[in-house]
């Protein structure tokens, strides 16, 4: 039961950063991905012999790097913005999509905040 609550919990994790700027499809995507995320960093953890008895860091920690990352994957053009001008709304332009439209420096930027 922990492993299953986990899992959802990391799906939920997983689209936390893209839940404004994916579509329906994209966002259950990356939950989906997410939960397979969490198993793998779990089981990461117990072989490296880490102790983490709640899974803090394979749920918060890997699904929220992957989360984060897939904002790059499937950001939509029509609702990913880097700013607000107060007046025309937004301003990000065509070139700051994520790679299923196109655009490579949206997944980036992602990844150098990540690092």
């Given at each position: 039961?922990?492993?299953?609550?986990?899992?959802?919990?990391?799906?939920?994790?997983s689209i936390t950063?893209?839940?404004?700027?994916?579509?329906?499809?994209?966002?259950?995507?990356?939950?989906?991905?997410?939960?397979?995320?969490?198993?793998?960093?779990?089981?990461?953890?117990?072989?490296?012999?880490?102790?983490?008895?709640?899974?803090?860091?394979?749920?918060?920690?890997?699904?929220?790097?992957?989360?984060?990352?897939?904002?790059?994957?499937?950001?939509?053009?029509?609702?990913?913005?880097?700013?607000?001008?107060?007046?025309?709304?937004d301003v990000a332009?065509?070139?700051?999509?994520?790679?299923?439209?196109?655009?490579?420096?949206?997944?980036?930027?992602?990844?150098?905040?990540?690092?």
């Open positions: 039961v922990p492993a299953i609550c986990n899992g959802i919990l990391a799906g939920l994790v950063a893209g839940c404004a700027c994916m579509l329906p499809w994209a966002a259950f995507l990356t939950g989906f991905i997410g939960a397979f995320v969490y198993y793998g960093a779990s089981k990461l953890m117990l072989k490296l012999q880490i102790d983490d008895p709640l899974d803090a860091f394979a749920v918060h920690g890997a699904c929220g790097f992957w989360g984060v990352l897939a904002v790059g994957v499937f950001g939509h053009p029509e609702f990913v913005g880097f700013g607000w001008d107060g007046e025309n709304g332009g065509e070139a700051h999509t994520g790679f299923l439209y196109g655009g490579s420096t949206l997944f980036a930027a992602q990844l150098v905040a990540l690092i």
